[in-house]
C-alpha cells in the first residue's frame, strides 16, 4: 500500500476524523490534530529494508506520509540530508558521538522544505485552491516555492524586519509578499482573516495535520542513518516546534512498528534569552506557555512568542527526560563561526545556537561525554551572510 494514513486524532482527548477532507486544528478542543497510521497492517505487510532502497528524499518513507497517491506528490527533492559526524568539534569537546544533521541542503535552503512539501501535497490532492503562510521567513519560502510546483496562489505574511532571503525567494517564486508590522504572531492573524474571506487555505504551524508528518521523517531519517538505532539526545532550536514533535512522532512510531528498540532521545528545546516561552514553562514546571512579551533576537525561527503546540512541545522535553535552555544571540554568531571553522558547516544562528545548548549542558553534566548526540542545523547560513562581518573589515 502506498499511505497506511486511517484518520486523523485530537492530540488533547483523542477523538477521531477522517483524513480525506481538508482539516485544520481539532473540531472538540481546538487543538492539534495528528495523523494516525494502520501501523498494525503496516507491521504484518512492511519490513524496513524497503525504504533503504528508494531515492533519497523524504517521500521515500510514503507508508507513513499522508498523501494517498504519488502524483500528488510535489517534491523538489526535499530530504535525505546528511547526519554529518563531527569528529574535530567531537574532539574539541570531549565527545565520542557528535552529529549534525544538516538541513541547510534543503530546497530552498531549510528544513521548512519537509514540513511544507507533505502539507501542500495532502492540500493539492484535497483539492484546495491557494494557499496562505504567516512566517518568520523560511516557511514563507518554501510555501512559495511549492506553490509555484502546484501552480497554486500563495499569500505570505511576515515580519516587516525578516531576512530579505526570505522576502526576496518568495517573491521570486510568484507569491503575494505582505508585510507586517508586527510578529509572526500578528502575521498568523491576519493570515487566518485573509484565508477565511479568500477561500484559501492556511499553512500555520501545527494548525493544520501534515506539516508535522513532513518534520517527523528528520527522525526517520536520524534512526536508518544510525543503523536503526536512536541517538542519546537530539538538541533543537526550537520555535513554534514543528520539529520536537514531528521528530517525536516519528520515534514512536518506529517503536510501535517493532522497527527500532530502546528509549526515544532526550529532547532539547534552545531558544534565544530574547524569547524564551517554552524554557520559562519547563523551568516553572508548567504544562502550557504563557506568550513572551517584547520577543526579539536575530535568529528569526526563534521569535514565536506564543507556540500555538506549546502542550505537545513540553509533553515531548518531560516525556524524554530532555530540558529546555536559551542562549544569547552574539552566542549564536560565535558558534555560526566555530561550526564553519571546525567543520566547515555554514549554520543558520538558529542551528548554532545547538552548539552553545551543547556545550551549557556538557559542562552542568547533564549531557555525558559517551552520548551520541545530534544537533539539528535547521538551515543553510547562506541566507544570513549580513550576520557576519566583511571580510574586507577583517
Ligand atoms: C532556520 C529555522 N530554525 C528553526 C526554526 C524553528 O522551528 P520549529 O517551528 O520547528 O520550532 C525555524 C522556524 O521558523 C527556522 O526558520
Ligand atoms: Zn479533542
Same mark, same amino acid.
Not at 490532492?125 to 516555492?145: D, I, K, Q, R, Y
Not at 514553562?281 to 503546540?309: H, M, Q, S
Not at 555560526?336 to 548554532?352: D, H, N, V, W
Given at each position: ?217 528528520? /527522525? #526517520?531519517?536520524?534512526?536508518? =542513518?544510525? @543503523?536503526?538505532?536512536? $541517538? +542519546? ?7 513554534? %516546534? ?114 552553545? /545548548? #551543547?556545550?551549557?549542558?556538557? =559542562?552542568? @553534566?547533564?549531557?555525558? $561525554? +559517551? ?7 535547521? %538551515? ?15
Amino acid at each position: 500500500m502506498f499511505s497506511y494514513i486511517d484518520r486523523l486524532e485530537c492530540t488533547q482527548c483523542g477523538q477521531a476524523y477522517p483524513h480525506d477532507r481538508l482539516s485544520k486544528t481539532s473540531e472538540c478542543c481546538n487543538k492539534v490534530l495528528f495523523a494516525r497510521y494502520d501501523l498494525d497492517r503496516m507491521r504484518r505487510e512492511v519490513d524496513r529494508t524497503v525504504w533503504q532502497d528508494r531515492v533519497s528524499s523524504m517521500w521515500r518513507f510514503t507508508e507513513l506520509m499522508p498523501v494517498g497517491d504519488e502524483s500528488s506528490i510535489l517534491t523538489l527533492g526535499e530530504g535525505g540530508t546528511p547526519l554529518l559526524e563531527t569528529r574535530q568539534l567531537a574532539a574539541n569537546l570531549g565527545l565520542r558521538h557528535l552529529y549534525v544533521k544538516e538541513e541547510g541542503l534543503n530546497p530552498t535552503g531549510t528544513f521548512k522544505a519537509r514540513g511544507i512539501s507533505a502539507a501542500v501535497s495532502k492540500a493539492f490532492e484535497l483539492g484546495v485552491t491557494g494557499f496562505t503562510m504567516p512566517s518568520a521567513g523560511n516557511a514563507a519560502g518554501a510555501a512559495a516555492a511549492y506553490g509555484a510546483r502546484a501552480n497554486l496562489p500563495v499569500k505570505v505574511f511576515m515580519p516587516q524586519d525578516a531576512p530579505s532571503a526570505n522576502k526576496k525567494e518568495s517573491v521570486m517564486s510568484g507569491s503575494e509578499l505582505n508585510l507586517v508590522d508586527g510578529l509572526i504572531s500578528d502575521a498568523g492573524r491576519i493570515a487566518v482573516a485573509v484565508a477565511e474571506e479568500q477561500d484559501l487555505f492556511d499553512l500555520s504551524t501545527l494548525k493544520e495535520p501534515y506539516r508535522a508528518e513532513g518534520k517527523k521523517t528528520m /527522525g #526517520l531519517e536520524i534512526a536508518m =542513518q544510525l @543503523g536503526w538505532k536512536m $541517538p +542519546d539526545a537530539i538538541v533543537y532550536p526550537t520555535g513554534g %516546534g514543528t520539529g520536537i514533535i514531528g521528530m517525536y512522532k516519528g520515534f514512536q512510531e518506529l517503536l510501535e512498528l517493532g522497527w527500532i528498540e530502546g528509549n526515544p532521545p532526550k529532547f532539547i528545546a534552545v531558544q534565544a534569552s530574547g524569547c524564551q516561552p517554552i524554557v520559562k514553562a519547563f523551568n516553572e514546571g508548567k504544562d502550557t506557555a504563557e506568550p513572551w512579551a517584547n520577543a526579539a533576537t536575530i535568529a528569526d525561527g526563534l521569535r514565536v512568542p506564543g507556540p500555538f503546540a506549546d502542550y505537545l512541545i513540553l509533553q515531548a522535553i518531560r516525556e524524554t527526560g530532555g530540558t529546555a535552555l536559551a542562549v544569547e544571540d552574539n552566542e549564536m554568531v560565535d558558534a555560526m563561526y566555530e561550526l564553519a571553522a571546525t567543520e566547515g558547516i555554514i549554520a543558520c544562528p538558529e542551528g548554532a545556537a545547538t552548539l552553545v /545548548g #551543547l556545550k551549557r549542558l556538557l =559542562q552542568q @553534566g547533564f549531557l555525558q $561525554p +559517551d552520548e551520541t548526540i545530534v544537533l539539528l542545523n535547521t %538551515g543553510s547560513g547562506y541566507k544570513y551572510l549580513d550576520l557576519i562581518k566583511d571580510t574586507a573589515e577583517g
